[in-house]
């Protein structure tokens, strides 16, 4: 590897600037070694498909170039796979995390790569998730890193090299690090503390009395005592007054510490519905299917006193079965 690392600049361009200046890395809670080796796997896998897909060789020179070389003002990067004939970078990426994160910095990598790279004229982030598949890639199609985004990342680790500040995080608590296989948390998380607000000292007795209640409820719920419905909803209730006494963020009342956490938008497709419709075809199995979890259909009882209308046993003994 020569130069400052693109996969890190991708992930965010502090790391990068750790890496330019020779700061000392963490010790790994993975072995870096065993991740090399996967890595290459899957390089050579996506070369075999890619060759048998648009041919081995093009204009009689090989049509499929590993270890692609992609130089930058920085250093060089070297894409996984790149396909002549296509002018197409592939990059292959491997996890079997649920987290959205490992997708989102290869895309970022591939975009750069992408971009820097004179003759490609577009990539394919190949994403393999050895629990759905052990060899066939999810495919997302990706364009060049726009002009802008990729210069200001370039100065920001120019600045760090040149004696300036740091780049900012892209992570607001050190637990986000691994997720980036960031290997500088702690240097770059040291001497952090996570800030706890202190409640008004008006709202406090107040706060006190609502999270003993919630705390509370939320035993009642789990234990799905008589009224479960009703304890959630007092629940809800409780919640909308905190959010008028407790700030964002961590805070601490005698006895208690809060988290009022944002919790993003989520999004839900209603499968068996757009199958129902003919709206979910083969090309989005094709497409989509490393993505979905499926449970098989299965069989279940469901026994009850006969005239009494409430279940007194079921048994449900179906797994969740692999796409
Ligand atoms: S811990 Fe997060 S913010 Fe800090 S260098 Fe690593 S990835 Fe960047």
Redesign the pocket.
């Known amino acids: 590897m020569d130069g400052v690392r693109l996969s890190q600049l991708a992930?965010?361009?502090?790391?990068a600037?750790?890496g330019a200046l020779g700061t000392l890395t963490d010790e790994l809670p993975y072995d870096p070694e065993e991740s090399w080796f996967r890595g290459k796997v899957y390089e050579a896998v996506a070369a075999l498909r890619a060759g048998s897909e648009w041919g081995t060789e093009y204009d009689g020179q090989p049509n499929i170039e590993r270890q692609r070389v992609v130089p930058w003002p920085l250093g060089e990067g070297h894409a996984d796979v790149f396909v002549r004939s296509e002018r197409l970078l592939i990059e292959c990426k491997s996890s079997v995390s649920d987290s959205d994160i490992p997708l989102v910095d290869g895309m970022r990598q591939l975009q750069l790569y992408v971009h820097f790279d004179p003759e490609a004229v577009a990539g394919e982030l190949w994403f393999f998730d050895p629990r759905k598949g052990a060899f066939k890639p999810l495919r997302i199609r990706a364009e060049a890193m726009d002009v802008a985004t990729a210069e200001r990342l370039v100065d920001n680790v120019r600045q760090a090299m040149d004696g300036g500040d740091l780049p900012?995080?892209?992570?607001s608590h050190?637990k986000?690090?691994p997720e980036?296989l960031?290997?500088?948390?702690e240097?770059?998380?040291d001497g952090w503390v996570e800030p706890v607000a202190r409640i008004e000292r008006d709202a406090e007795s107040e706060v006190e009395a609502l999270a003993m209640e919630w705390l509370d409820l939320k035993l009642r719920e789990t234990e799905k005592l008589t009224n479960a419905k009703g304890y959630h909803e007092r629940r809800k209730e409780v919640e909308e007054r905190l959010r008028a006494l407790v700030p964002a963020g961590k805070s601490e009342v005698e006895g208690y510490t809060l988290n009022r956490i944002q919790v993003g938008e989520s999004y839900s497709l209603p499968l068996k519905k757009a199958m129902s419709m003919g709206l979910w075809t083969d090309a989005h199995n094709e497409q989509f299917g490393q993505l979905i979890s499926r449970r098989k259909g299965h069989e279940r009882f469901q026994i009850a006193p006969t005239g009494d209308d409430e279940t007194v046993a079921e048994v449900d003994d179906a797994g969740d079965v692999p796409f």
């Open positions: 992930k965010c361009s502090r790391m600037a750790y900012p995080r892209v992570c050190p986000m690090g980036h960031c290997p500088f948390v240097t770059c998380f």
